[in-house]
């Protein structure tokens, strides 16, 4: 059952066309962003009475964006779940509008790891955290952890590395079309089992780009958003989670999404089969296949078959995913992949994705992240999006 | 593998007694009065009924490998896991004393530790008879979860 009749509406999304910035601050990116996806809605910055970031904002919350943009907010709001946290932070603001807190809400995402030199193989632990004691002398980092899930995954499904390679080709697909992706180049499946192992099983091609930039949106009251001039894109389904080990009772094959999901699919009062383009966040291949898991788009244990022979890519597969290139090929600003996975959720909706891409009357999509690592405690957030 | 430096886990308040018993080769596991159960990684209010009377007990120091990576690109590549430990809990950890190539899910392996670089014994596995690196084993869980 539908809980929101007349939901908030994404009216302003952008993402900065960079993939490299060394001479900006984050705090110029996030402006940039901001001013962009304010643009993209034909709002102006003093009609944003609500700002919300996540943990790649610098100073403490949201209060130096606060300043640094010169906003007047009768609400905010930092919630960190990671690269997911973008996609809560849309339903939060959708919920904060329904709830009468603001109007127009302002969500800003930016980084620049690959100008600070950040990997995958960095150790992640956190200093100070009650884990880290258990974690940090043994060299956990976002690759190795999800090594680690992928060969579970293996053992207990027989998923092969050829299926997993099947999610880059099809991102590699997407990117080749969109002129701002950091890899455009088509790989094939060999590419990606030719290409050096990292941490097993999971080789280069199977790991996102390391990318600075970032992204923004706005989301709006219904009623200012049937003012713009803008195609309505309703946020009708939300769900979000924290998974983590259960005391030790660890189960590295299912992820948040399968919580986060059917929260979102009972809200939207739809089901996968109902949704014709999925944004699935994809640090790596394995993610992207656990989710779609997860998320009720196939069993659990089926998702190497589902990926494989180009299932999800656009005019050719079942499921169009991540038509942008995602963060496979296009990018991963800020490590946090869950911004441009709204962002290409919504031009699809628009109609305004790359023409080689689109999905034809593309009504009803999904947009899934996935925030800190699975291999450990992780964040899952889900939106069902709705052209109306 | 040859040999990589262990970060220090650091010592807090709720990892003293586990690390007092580490110094003297002994791998403890938290047990509640309450509910029964063990739990990890360890902390001060049992994570299944926030039962603050837990009191540490010696483990067998035995288990089976849940999953397994091995880090390459990087000055010493090393082999982060999950082992699941026969009394239940899986724990994260190193498997070290065999080859990258030698190891698989569902493996019996049992605890040594090693000091890191501040000198701090850290738990890690190896396998459990050496020479026989391909033996499997059923994992003897036997608390209820």
Same mark, same amino acid.
């Given at each position: 059952?539908?809980?929101?009749?007349?939901?908030?509406?994404?009216?302003?999304?952008?993402?900065?066309?960079?993939?490299?910035?060394?001479?900006?601050?984050?705090?110029?990116?996030?402006?940039?962003? %901001?001013?962009?996806?304010?643009?993209?809605?034909?709002?102006?910055?003093?009609?944003?009475?609500?700002?919300?970031?996540?943990?790649?904002?610098?100073?403490?919350?949201?209060?130096?964006?606060?300043?640094?943009?010169?906003?007047?907010?009768?609400?905010?709001?930092?919630?960190?779940?990671?690269?997911?946290?973008?996609?809560?932070?849309?339903?939060?603001?959708?919920?904060?509008?329904?709830? *009468?807190?603001?109007?127009?809400?302002?969500?800003?995402?930016?980084g620049?790891?690959?100008?600070?030199g950040?990997?995958?193989?960095?150790?992640?632990?956190?200093a100070?955290?009650?884990?880290?004691?258990?974690?940090?002398?043994?060299?956990?980092?976002?690759?190795?952890?999800?090594g680690?899930?992928?060969?579970?995954?293996m053992?207990?499904?027989?998923?092969?590395?050829e299926?997993?390679?099947?999610?880059?080709?099809?991102?590699?697909?997407?990117?080749q079309?969109?002129?701002?992706?950091m890899?455009?180049?088509?790989?094939?499946?060999?590419?990606?089992?030719?290409?050096?192992?990292?941490?097993?099983?999971?080789?280069?091609?199977?790991?996102?780009?390391?990318?600075?930039?970032?992204?923004?949106?706005?989301?709006?009251?219904?009623?200012?958003?049937?003012?713009?001039?803008?195609?309505?894109?309703?946020?009708?389904? %939300?769900?979000?989670?924290?998974?983590?080990?259960?005391?030790?009772?660890?189960?590295?094959?299912?992820?948040?999404?399968?919580?986060?999901?059917?929260?979102?699919?009972?809200?939207?009062?739809?089901?996968? %089969?109902?949704?014709?383009?999925?944004?699935?966040?994809?640090?790596?291949?394995?993610?992207?296949?656990?989710?779609?898991?997860d998320?009720?788009?196939?069993?659990?244990?089926?998702?190497?078959?589902?990926?494989?022979?180009?299932?999800?890519?656009?005019?050719?597969?079942?499921?169009?995913?991540?038509?942008?290139?995602?963060?496979?090929?296009?990018?991963?600003?800020?490590?946090? *992949?869950?911004?441009?996975?709204?962002?290409?959720?919504?031009?699809?909706?628009?109609?305004?994705?790359?023409?080689?891409?689109?999905?034809?009357?593309?009504?009803l999509?999904?947009?899934?992240?996935?925030?800190?690592?699975?291999?450990?405690?992780?964040?899952?957030?889900?939106?069902?999006?709705?052209r109306? | 593998?040859? #040999?990589?430096?262990?970060?220090?886990p650091?010592?807090?308040? #709720?990892?003293?007694?586990?690390?007092a018993?580490?110094?003297?080769?002994?791998?403890?596991?938290?047990?509640?009065?309450?509910?029964?159960?063990?739990?990890?990684?360890?902390?001060?209010?049992?994570?299944?009924?926030?039962?603050?009377r837990?009191?540490?007990?010696?483990?067998?120091?035995?288990?089976?490998?849940?999953?397994?990576?091995?880090?390459?690109?990087?000055?010493?590549?090393?082999?982060?896991?999950?082992?699941?430990?026969? #009394?239940?809990?899986?724990?994260?950890?190193?498997?070290?004393?065999?080859?990258a190539?030698?190891?698989?899910?569902?493996?019996?392996?049992? &605890?040594?530790?090693?000091?890191?670089?501040?000198?701090?014994?850290?738990? &890690?596995?190896?396998?459990?008879?050496?020479?026989?690196?391909?033996?499997?084993?059923?994992?003897?869980?036997?608390?209820?979860?």
């Amino acid at each position: 059952m539908p809980i929101h009749p007349d939901p908030a509406c994404i009216v302003g999304a952008f993402e900065h066309p960079t993939r490299k910035a060394p001479d900006k601050t984050v705090a110029q990116l996030h402006a940039e962003c %901001a001013a962009g996806a304010l643009a993209d809605a034909g709002l102006a910055k003093d009609n944003v009475d609500a700002y919300f970031c996540s943990g790649d904002a610098p100073g403490m919350g949201p209060t130096s964006m606060i300043d640094y943009l010169n906003l007047r907010v009768r609400h905010s709001e930092s919630t960190d779940l990671g690269g997911c946290s973008y996609l809560a932070l849309v339903a939060h603001a959708r919920d904060a509008i329904a709830a *009468g807190r603001c109007d127009v809400a302002l969500i800003t995402l930016a980084g620049r790891p690959r100008s600070e030199g950040h990997s995958g193989t960095t150790p992640r632990t956190r200093a100070g955290t009650p884990e880290a004691p258990w974690e940090a002398p043994y060299g956990l980092s976002t690759v190795n952890g999800y090594g680690m899930v992928a060969q579970r995954h293996m053992h207990e499904f027989g998923t092969t590395s050829e299926q997993l390679a099947w999610i880059k080709v099809a991102a590699s697909q997407h990117a080749q079309h969109n002129p701002h992706a950091m890899l455009r180049d088509l790989v094939t499946v060999q590419d990606v089992l030719d290409s050096p192992l990292i941490s097993d099983p999971l080789h280069r091609l199977d790991c996102c780009v390391v990318s600075d930039g970032g992204g923004a949106l706005i989301v709006a009251r219904p009623e200012i958003a049937r003012s713009l001039k803008r195609p309505l894109v309703r946020v009708i389904g %939300a769900g979000e989670t924290v998974r983590h080990g259960r005391a030790g009772n660890v189960d590295l094959t299912t992820t948040g999404a399968a919580w986060s999901g059917a929260a979102a699919f009972a809200q939207a009062g739809v089901k996968p %089969a109902d949704i014709r383009y999925a944004s699935i966040y994809d640090s790596f291949t394995i993610t992207v296949l656990l989710q779609l898991e997860d998320l009720g788009f196939c069993k659990k244990g089926e998702g190497g078959r589902f990926v494989a022979d180009g299932n999800l890519i656009s005019g050719v597969g079942r499921l169009p995913f991540n038509t942008d290139g995602g963060g496979l090929c296009n990018n991963h600003p800020a490590n946090r *992949g869950g911004m441009t996975k709204v962002i290409e959720a919504v031009r699809q909706l628009r109609g305004e994705a790359h023409p080689a891409v689109q999905v034809k009357d593309c009504g009803l999509a999904l947009a899934q992240g996935i925030g800190g690592n699975l291999a450990t405690r992780h964040g899952s957030a889900t939106l069902i999006l709705e052209r109306q | 593998m040859s #040999e990589r430096l262990l970060p220090a886990p650091g010592v807090t308040p #709720e990892t003293e007694a586990f690390v007092a018993a580490a110094r003297a080769g002994r791998l403890m596991l938290p047990w509640c009065a309450d509910c029964g159960r063990t739990h990890w990684y360890p902390r001060a209010l049992c994570p299944h009924c926030s039962s603050t009377r837990l009191h540490w007990k010696p483990a067998s120091g035995r288990g089976t490998v849940y999953s397994h990576s091995t880090l390459q690109r990087v000055a010493v590549p090393f082999t982060l896991a999950y082992v699941t430990l026969d #009394e239940g809990p899986s724990m994260l950890t190193n498997l070290v004393d065999a080859p990258a190539s030698g190891w698989h899910i569902g493996m019996a392996v049992r &605890v040594q530790f090693q000091a890191a670089e501040d000198g701090t014994p850290v738990a &890690v596995f190896s396998p459990d008879q050496p020479g026989s690196a391909g033996l499997a084993r059923e994992s003897g869980g036997g608390i209820a979860r």
